[in-house]
């Protein structure tokens, strides 16, 4: 084997996008390209009435479709996720699931819904027909909030959802009261975490080309997720899966509210096949900050029991998420928040109800954690709680109750969303933790205080548990090359995670051959028929394991087809980097057998060497971690400054130990971002507060700092890669361990900061009189 696995080997993708060269969706499109924009809706809850007959006057105007135009012609995008069997009657899931229409027909539920699209010339043409589009509203009473979603007398958002719930949940293990009634100190608070999202620096945008000579449309999107796009396409349209082709070029981010399906992806492919033109819609930041998915948005009432000392007894939870509008990952956000609220802990009773409910503001898609950072905060900041009403410190009481190399692996008396038993397959959690405190102690507050005298300085600590790797399947294909090169291609899309890199040193360790061998080709339905998409976590375990073994198939079937053509028994061969050599010293290089099987080689009627595959884990593999940080308090503003911070993660294998550095350090940037600065709030009437980078606060250079980070390798045995995911570990644990952080930094140290984002304004009361 070539051992590129478990090599910091540089990203393939960096050349090309420090010089400019990538190719982004907008990038592709030419002179030719129509463009389509989409009036969007100004009220928040509204019965409307459309006239665009001046607009479709307008010259240049290609096309102009309203939602009644298309009612019946375009089917709605239906729910991306659906819960297992298992899994649903463990957790006594109900739900109602809802598809989300591609444009309004006759009623309005959120600011920023589609309402019709225009196709022109030019995108400066079309931008000017928009707004000859009249469009009047009847408006009605818009639902804000959770509570006042849930409220007896609450308008429905949507007619046929009683109550605005669109899923429940009820599980339990353990005697929850007997333990309540046995606890010295039991905690009860109510947590919550605002609504925010990815915010990638590339907006969405879609390009569809129709070719009339074999009656197909080639769709260009910024996703995630090609092959989900593909079906919601063929499933809204009713056209056949061999008429539409999606491709990924390079995306500038995506976080989750990428692996999603939107309406633009639905309406321009059909406009380009009603057209029979190119036509292209790319998203500007302001269509972004009402149109694409938001985010987290939960609230949890948490209730925790401890004795005394300090041991975890049960832990009941009550918590709702709200998902604006709609949401095509109802059952997915909803399951992670309910199983990951057990955490890294040992846990005799565990009880919790929870509730996704609709309201009128834009729809909710997964980011960067979805669920997890929520039920995170909520166990977290319990934790604290109890350890102040102890006195044992906040430290202590995670090291009483995590897991240790002893309890490992160790089974919850729950299914996973897979519908498999829950077994967190770890090495020692304690020893992460204290991994985390040894890279940054509460000692270090002192000389940071020494640095900032004009700070108040505190100490902060987190732990976080999450499932990773999860399936179904995942696929790929390898396919020798005419000059002896190996292209490499899987159904896991790269939106800056270092595909092109990662997963070509795993090839290339299984083929045997040299780095530089394996050419990546970017996502393509045309090349695998079935695949799933990246996020949750899972490329590394799923897709990594997908390409070992079509690799694998093919050094095996290369070793046959070589042996044929030196006319020596496999056995005879050893195949290494630059190709095959037998026992009696011929040599065949990867050129020469490509040569072989070309149409007039000698090994023609062999076919291809192609190899597709699918990998399925058995069930998710289970990764944990510590975080630390210090901050400081400016007393007289209640700004808060991160001055350091470190991540202590127990993970497998890494493909790419320097990639795996790069997503944890993204990762805690976004979860600063959502714990101190970014919010998508909304007035009373349903309008959004944040329109531009003005108000919505990204965390920037000066906001993070550097991140130190140890990594604890565990055997993950359940993939033969051996590797755990870490997309996410960066952030779930982030928004805990600042608001710990802060509360240490100031006088009251008491658990005050039990909403994100930590607000000046709240931080300042807490200063107290000092602080005046």
């Known amino acids: ?37 989409l009036v969007r809706s100004t009220q928040a809850s509204a019965s409307i009435r ?44 109900r739900w109602t699931p809802r598809p989300i229409d591609t444009l309004a027909v006759d009623r309005v539920r959120y600011v920023g819904q589609p309402v019709e699209v225009v196709v022109a010339e030019s995108r400066a043409l079309v931008e000017d027909a928009l707004e000859l589009v009249t469009v009047e509203y009847a408006p009605g009473s818009p639902v804000m909030g959770i509570e006042q979603a849930l409220a007896a007398d609450a308008p429905r958002v949507h007619p046929d959802v009683p109550g605005n719930v669109a899923a429940t949940l009820a599980t339990s293990f353990g005697d929850v009261e007997a333990a309540r009634e046995r606890a010295a100190v039991v905690v009860r608070e109510t947590y919550r975490m605002g609504r925010h999202g990815g915010v990638p ?53 995506g976080f989750g509210p990428k692996a999603n399906v939107y309406p633009e992806e639905i309406l321009v492919p059909y406009l380009a096949r009603r057209l029979g ?11 972004h900050f009402v149109a694409t998915a938001q985010a987290r948005d939960q609230v949890l009432t948490a209730e925790l029991a401890v004795d005394a000392d300090g041991s975890l007894l049960a832990l009941s939870v009550d918590f709702a998420a709200d998902l604006g509008a709609g949401s095509l990952w109802v059952a997915g956000i909803v399951a992670n928040t309910a199983i990951h609220l057990l955490g890294p802990y040992r846990l005799p009773a565990y009880r919790v109800t929870g509730k996704a409910v609709y309201t009128n503001k834009t729809t909710v898609a997964q980011y960067r954690g979805a669920g997890r950072p929520e039920a995170c905060f909520a166990l ?22 995590l897991l240790g190399a002893a ?43 020494a640095r900032h005298p004009e700070l108040a300085v505190g100490h902060g600590v987190g732990c976080y548990m999450e499932a990773t790797g999860r399936g179904p399947r995942e696929s790929a294909r390898v396919r020798l090359l005419s000059d002896g090169r190996v292209e490499l291609s899987t159904g896991a899309a790269s939106a800056g995670q270092s595909h092109e890199t990662t997963l070509p040193q795993a090839a290339a360790d299984a083929l045997g051959v040299s780095l530089d061998r394996i050419v990546w ?45 030196l006319g020596h028994d496999t056995a005879d061969l050893e195949a290494g980097p630059e190709g095959f050599t037998a026992v009696s010293g011929e040599t065949l290089t990867w050129e020469r057998l490509a040569g072989a099987l070309a149409l007039d080689g000698r090994l023609a009627d062999e076919g291809d060497l192609d190899i597709s595959g699918v990998y399925e884990p058995s069930t998710v593999t289970w990764t944990m971690g510590a975080h630390a940080a210090i901050v400081g308090v400016e007393p007289a503003t209640g700004l808060v400054r991160v001055l350091r911070y470190a991540v202590a993660h127990e993970g497998g294998v890494e493909i790419n130990p320097a990639v795996v550095e790069g997503q944890i350090r993204g990762g805690v940037a976004q979860g600063i971002g959502g714990a101190l600065l970014e919010s998508f709030p909304y007035g009373p009437d349903g309008q959004p507060l944040t329109a531009t980078f003005a108000e919505y606060l990204l965390p920037g250079t000066l906001d993070v700092p550097p991140v130190d980070i140890a990594a604890l390798h565990t055997d993950a045995t359940l993939n033969p890669l051996g590797v755990k995911g870490v997309g996410e570990s960066g952030t779930i644990a982030v928004y805990a361990t600042l608001a710990s952080a802060v509360e240490d930094a100031v006088p009251s140290r008491r658990t005050d900061l039990t909403a994100t984002p930590l607000r000046p304004a709240d931080v300042h009361a807490m200063c107290g009189e000092d602080a005046r």
């Open 1 to 37: 084997m070539s051992g590129y696995v478990g090599t910091a080997v540089p990203r393939r993708e960096d050349r090309r996008f420090l010089t400019g060269r990538g190719r982004y969706v907008a990038d592709l499109v030419d002179a030719a390209t129509l463009h389509a924009a």
């Open 50 to 93: 459309v006239d665009a007959t001046a607009a479709r006057g307008l010259p240049g105007v290609h096309l102009v479709l309203t939602g009644a135009d298309l009612d019946g012609v375009l089917g709605p995008i239906e729910p991306l996720h659906r819960p297992h069997p298992v899994f649903a009657e463990a957790f006594g899931f």
């Open 201 to 253: 620096i590339e907006c969405r945008g879609v390009l569809a080309q129709w070719d009339p000579l074999e009656g197909r449309v080639h769709v260009r999107t910024s996703t995630q997720v090609p092959h989900v796009v593909r079906d919601a396409i063929c499933a809204a349209t009713g056209w056949p899966r061999w008429s539409v082709r999606v491709t990924v070029p390079d995306v500038g981010g």
């Open 277 to 287: 033109r190119s036509v292209a819609w790319i998203e500007d930041r302001s269509e």
């Open 380 to 401: 977290e900041r319990s934790l604290d709680a109890a350890a102040d009403r102890l006195g044992i410190g906040r430290e202590e009481i995670r090291r009483r109750n």
């Open 407 to 449: 309890d490992l692996p160790y089974d919850r008396p729950l299914p996973y969303r897979d519908g498999v038993p829950i077994t967190y397959d770890g090495g020692d959690y304690r020893e992460c933790l204290d991994a985390c405190l040894e890279l940054l102690p509460r000692e270090a507050v002192a000389q940071a205080a």
């Open 521 to 565: 080709h970017p996502s393509d339905t045309d090349r695998l028929a079935v695949g799933v998409g990246t996020f949750a976590s899972r490329t590394a375990v799923v897709a990594g394991n997908a390409v070992r073994e079509v690799c694998l198939r093919m050094r095996e079937r290369a070793v046959v087809l070589a042996a044929k053509l």
